[in-house]
């Protein structure tokens, strides 16, 4: 627990070192340069850094970036990369935070965001049932949207995996005479053929066209060669000659590279297919390479579910990558990592010793990663006056979230604590339950787990993670392990909408309550909870172990009550409450169990919050074993020895903060 610096970076190298050989295990061998395309490298200059180009809108190519980034880094640990994302506002936030956190010592990353630009693209009347719309011909106009000093750029889809360093490919521009503007690999399926998979495709050039999955463009040439002007007038020439027959581009940007490069063959130069190993269902991949891959293209629409033969190593490798923990890649054998935080990681309040002494690990000088809004469910543009329910969750807790999801029926951010594997088989898991994928608003944020340094549950700043992705004026805060009443969201914006919450700074308590029955058939009005409650089937929620977290609600007078009534606070008071979103933000010094609700609840009584209790609303917490952050509160001294002081110190630090002693 107590290592040097010295031997953290040994073991991070080590763990690191450990999975390359894995890597390669699951392909042939590293791929060399093809013998056909070796090149004389003693004349020439390797740029430094190699400079990457990706177009990344939408949280589905921002989970497949980290991936290939990973294994872009994994494949060559040393190699310096300058990345140009090309993206909209939304997805460029995602992805800051993300890489903001990480702190890869080797990767330097440029925003580009597009949303006017991609507005004003003219495309001449050229149309596209591509999913991805107009930003799947962004590849078309980088010249024009990058700025003058980037004069060459290797452009990758976002669903690659490199298997091998990217410095034998970058040297490809070696190969470039006065006239090449472009490297491109073969497409390798019969797309470009007429009358095989379409009757009549773009013109491409033989035998099967170009696929643009991955490209070496020199875009000083491209911007002095009037690219803009070439590509605009091929697109009218292709949608103007009748026997043609076309009259939209179904594979966007690629179809008008090949058209472009069909009528000028010396513009362009042939890859080798090793550099873009094409896995799509019509793949010929296999019959014309049969060395070794240096990059996989899951071009499928199918992705990783398509139905092939002989892909078990690749989709080994995939899934290697996939699951990495990334935070193992934060230092590389050859850089150590940078010691300065990233600006935007906003600094932690020191923790009392009794707490380094408790989990060591919290003293780790590592800043955690962490993506937002890294899958997201149906995201239609948000009512302003609508209630966001934020919640946090381990990855063990995937089906309360479900429960709670389709109780709820609202908005939803939900931060979630978990290994690089579990995070994407969140995701998946959301993707394919029938009621999540047409559910209204549901968007998670991850926080990383780092495997060489674990911690406890960092509850309270997921929480604030979630509070931050939250984009209506109102908020529900509920812990993951409840079921919401019903038309809850319903009666909370009609709430909202009565009572001016951030004008009076009134925090609405909504009465919570527990069943010890796995398995209970959910009230269906407030008459029917009552029953249950006098059936000894619910019960106000710790009612038999800790009466003071919910007593101030007053279950009693909820009983009869038709009307909200106010409450006054008591100590250890830790209700779920419907607020504006202007709240102080959750101590983040709390983790694991104990004080993390009640601490919030006593800033935002001395913050000047009123507290209400709505009639007719509740929640009830579902059974399920205890987490274990709350077995740790129960079995180690040393942790509650670093509650109590979190406390003490904590209250101090309201007291002087607000003025009242609490």
Known sequence: ANMTKGQKLSTRVVSLLFFLPLLANYVESFPVQPVEQQVDSSSFVEEDPIVLGVVCVGHKHAQRLLILIKSVILADPALHIELRLLTNFETASSLKALFDSWQLPQLSVHYHTVDAAIASVDLVGL??????????????????????????????????????????????????????????????????????????????????????????????????????????????????????????????????????????????????????????????????????????????????????????????????????????????????????????????????????????????????????????????????????????????????????????????????????????????????????????????????????????????????HALEQVQTRYLLHVDVDFVASPHLHDQLRAIAIAYPLELNRTAVVIPAFETLLYKLAMPTSKQDLLSLWDDGVVRPFRSDVWRPAHRATNFEKWRTTTTAYSIDWETDFEPYLLMSINIPPFDERFFGFGWNKVSHMMELVAAGYQLVVSPDAWLIHRSHPPSSSVETFRQQHAYRACLNELKRTFQADLQHKYGVSL
């Open 127 to 464: 149309e596209t049932n591509h999913y991805a719309g107009k930003y799947a011909f962004l590849k078309l106009v980088l010249p024009e949207l990058l700025p003058p000093s980037v004069q060459r750029i290797l452009c990758l889809d976002t669903d690659l995996l490199v298997l091998s360093s990217l410095r034998p490919l970058w040297r490809q521009f070696q190969r470039f005479d006065d006239s090449t503007l472009a490297a491109l690999v073969d497409n390798l399926s019969e797309w470009y053929i007429p009358n095989q998979l379409r009757a009549n495709p773009w013109p491409a050039p033989k035998p099967r066209g170009l696929n643009t999955g991955v490209m070496l463009l020199h875009l000083e040439r491209m911007r002095s060669r009037g690219w803009r002007t070439e590509w605009r007038s091929t697109v009218r020439r292709v949608l103007d000659t009748a026997s043609l027959g076309i009259s939209y581009a179904p594979l966007a940007d690629q179809d008008v590279f090949n058209s472009v490069f069909e009528a000028h063959s010396s513009w362009f130069l042939r890859l080798s297919p090793s550099y873009n190993f094409q896995l799509s269902e019509n793949t010929v991949a296999f019959q014309v390479w049969s060395g070794p891959v240096a990059i996989i293209h899951w071009n499928s629409p199918d992705k990783l579910t398509v139905k092939l033969r002989n892909i078990d190593s690749f989709l080994a490798a995939e899934r290697l990558v996939t699951n990495l923990d990334g935070s193992l890649l934060q230092r590389s054998p050859l850089q150590p990592r940078q010691t300065s935080p990233s600006t935007s990681i906003p600094p932690v309040l020191p923790l009392p010793v009794q707490c380094l002494a408790a989990v060591p690990t919290l003293n780790a000088s590592t800043v955690m990663r962490f993506f937002p809004n890294f899958a997201c469910l149906t995201r239609p543009t948000l009512r302003s006056d609508d209630v966001t329910l934020v919640t946090a969750m381990t990855a063990d807790r995937l089906d309360l979230l479900r429960q709670l999801a389709r109780s709820y029926g609202g908005p939803m951010s939900v931060s979630l604590y978990a290994t690089d594997e579990e995070a994407f088989n969140i995701a998946q898991a959301l993707e394919a339950d029938e009621y999540l994928r047409h559910h209204r608003y549901l968007c998670v944020h991850v926080l990383f787990k780092d495997s060489l340094y674990p911690r406890p549950v960092p509850i309270n700043r997921l929480r604030n």
